[in-house]
């Protein structure tokens, strides 16, 4: 029976999780929720909380996490509808008449676990079989014991088109078609026949252990390796995990879920101790898998390949989790020997050795910046760029905005260690709020120039225009933070301004205002006077936009280079004075007229004093 998400939301908001339970397990009162120890996994410290105001439970010792619907599901046993009508009752509510059509889907998919049961068992069968010897010495060449093979399902699927449609004609030849056990030629005047034949088939399950359809291993050459089930009423290869009925049990008591690239993984994990484990079946992971893995662990750990294929896939993981991490979900990387897989080491070194990685996994965080950093060079201002554009696109996929957040400072900071030569505008003095201003250079000359700094007004119009044009920021936040400013207000305005864009990302002129004024900038603005100063196009409320951006952005850059070239003017004039040659004399002549030409290009931006 389909029921509407309408009606089950309804459903549980008329439900009181506490009261209900609270009628098996002894919750005390903490705040807005409660607390108990945890009823499904054995601890003395209660690590399970109740809430209704959120409408859920969740225990952070083992992970079982869920609703009112799943608590007399997973605790009582029940099954849906058995849930949900006891809830209905409770409630008052009538449960609604169902659709047909979806009445009709759903007794079919009912009627198909009777099929794939049925094969699963013939499979077996087929194994156990004279036929299976061949598929048997296999397995044990693989160290899989008997113990192993019944536990997880093996069977063999005989390299025939008719013997598994024949063993189960009693279930007609249309249910088998819709189970995906037999494929239907196009031409009508041809006979279905067995889809999968000469393979070792692994039942695939569900989190109630119902078999929803097959994965079959090739035996011997061919291709290819693993062949799946189709999609059926059943079975959805995107929203299903191998192992997954036998890890989640395993998982809550472990606390945690290894998540492996092959289904030959996770039984080798599981015969050296490694219960916990489950594959996906062929495919990139998607966001029904990844929704899975975090109801069983806050971070699952992959453990895939350690050849290139088996690290892109990881990364691929990685990149699909970022819309959904949040401050309980993010995932975790253990990167294997080149050239092993999770079976080559736990055969080779043993169990000690996978565990010792796992006790110590890679951060989502650690490998993403990983990835980017190893990605190329980083040796010009160009690559150097693009690897800070990719960190940002990586942040920005993130939906959860507090975790948005942490991502973006945290890739600034390992960023800003690219560049030595560079001082991040980020550094703090110990004990000290605010910006920190970079030291001066130490040569004699820039220090000259460090003392008088950059007119005053001229700052304040800067600082005007970075105000009312934001996007800038973020773009020329190296030349900033180069200019020479000597007074301490409009230089803890300047840091403040570099601190917005780079933890916020590009901004717009509403977001900077809100960001100030929870910055309590409003007295820097009012001491710094930035309304009254020199008259430039971004000083001006009236001024076409496009053309004072790139008045701004042509002031910033010739403002950033002039600390620099004044020093070389002095120390080229310093050597003309000593009785320098022609050399030093043409050189000081060159500097000269660079520092002319920057006067006039800050002279043509100029439109006389502001109002």
């Not at 046993?77 to 509510?93: C, I, K, Q």
């Not at 003095?429 to 003392?451: C, F, H």
Request: proline share 6%.
């Amino acid at each position: 029976m389909s029921l509407s998400p309408q009606f089950l939301d309804e459903l549980r908001a008329r439900t009181s999780l506490s009261a209900l339970v609270g009628r098996g397990v002894k919750l005390q009162k903490a705040g807005r929720e409660f607390k108990a120890c945890c009823p499904f996994h054995s601890e003395k410290t209660p690590s399970f909380t109740v809430s209704d105001e959120k409408g859920f439970y969740h225990c952070f010792g083992c992970g079982a996490h869920g609703d009112a619907i799943s608590w007399l599901t997973d605790q009582r046993g029940l099954s849906f509808m058995d849930a949900v009508r006891e809830l209905a009752d409770a409630a008052g509510m009538e449960i609604p008449a169902p659709d047909p059509r979806a009445q009709a889907r759903a007794e079919r998919a009912a009627g198909l676990y009777e099929v794939t049961e049925a094969a699963a068992r013939w499979f077996v069968e087929q194994l156990d079989g004279i036929e299976g010897a061949a598929a048997r010495d296999y397995l044990k060449q693989r160290g899989i014991s008997e113990v192993t093979r019944r536990k997880f399902g093996f069977g063999l699927a005989p390299d025939s088109r008719g013997k598994l449609k024949a063993a189960l004609k009693t279930l007609g030849e249309a249910r088998l078609v819709e189970a995906g056990l037999l494929i239907a030629p196009e031409q009508a005047d041809k006979a279905p026949y067995d889809r999968f034949r000469g393979r070792l088939m692994f039942p695939i399950r569900d989190a109630r252990g119902r078999c929803l359809g097959f994965s079959g291993r090739i035996l011997g050459d061919g291709e290819p390796k693993y062949l799946n089930s189709p999609d059926t009423p059943l079975f959805d290869k995107g929203r299903t995990l191998f192992n997954l009925d036998k890890a989640l049990p395993a998982a809550r008591a472990a606390g945690r879920v290894i998540v492996v690239e092959g289904q030959m993984d996770v039984v080798a994990l599981d015969e050296a101790g490694f219960p916990e484990t489950v594959a996906p079946l062929g495919t990139a992971m998607t966001e029904a898998q990844l929704g899975m893995l975090w109801r069983m662990s806050e971070a699952p750990v992959f453990c895939f390949d350690g050849d290139s294929a088996g690290q892109k896939a990881a990364v691929r993981a990685a990149l699909r989790a970022l819309p959904g991490i949040g401050p309980a979900r993010s995932l975790a990387f253990v990167t294997l020997p080149p050239g092993e897989d999770p079976d080559d080491l736990v055969r080779s070194r043993g169990r000690q050795a996978l565990e010792a990685l796992l006790a110590a996994p890679e951060a989502l965080v650690d490998r993403l910046w990983r990835h980017e950093a190893e990605a190329g060079p980083l040796a010009t201002p160009e690559q150097r760029a693009g690897l800070r554009r990719r960190l940002m696109e990586h942040a920005s996929a993130i939906q959860d905005p507090d975790v948005r957040e942490q991502y973006r400072a945290e890739f600034l900071k390992r960023y800003d260690t690219l560049t030595p030569a560079r001082r991040p505008w980020t550094e703090r003095k110990p004990g000290v709020r605010g910006p920190y201003v970079p030291p001066r250079p130490t040569s004699a000359e820039a220090r000259a120039v460090g003392r008088t700094g950059l007119d005053p007004q001229l700052v304040r119009a800067i600082l005007q225009g970075l105000i009312r044009f934001p996007e800038l920021i973020g773009e020329h936040h190296e030349q900033l933070q180069q200019l020479e400013i000597a007074d301490a207000k409009a230089a803890q305005l300047r840091g403040l301004l570099l601190e917005s864009a780079m933890t916020h990302g590009e901004l717009d002129r509403e977001a900077l205002d809100t960001i100030l004024a929870a910055g309590g900038a409003a007295a820097l603005l009012e001491a710094l006077s930035l309304k009254r100063g020199l008259a430039f196009s971004f000083t001006r409320a009236n001024a076409e936009p496009a053309r004072a951006c790139r008045d701004l952005a042509l002031a910033i850059e010739t403002l950033a280079a002039r600390p620099g070239l004044d020093a070389a003017l002095a120390a080229a004039t310093a050597r003309v004075k000593d009785g320098g040659d022609e050399a030093a004399f043409e050189e000081q002549t060159r500097l000269l007229l660079a520092r002319h030409e920057a006067d006039r290009k800050l002279a043509t931006l100029f439109e006389g004093e502001a109002d």
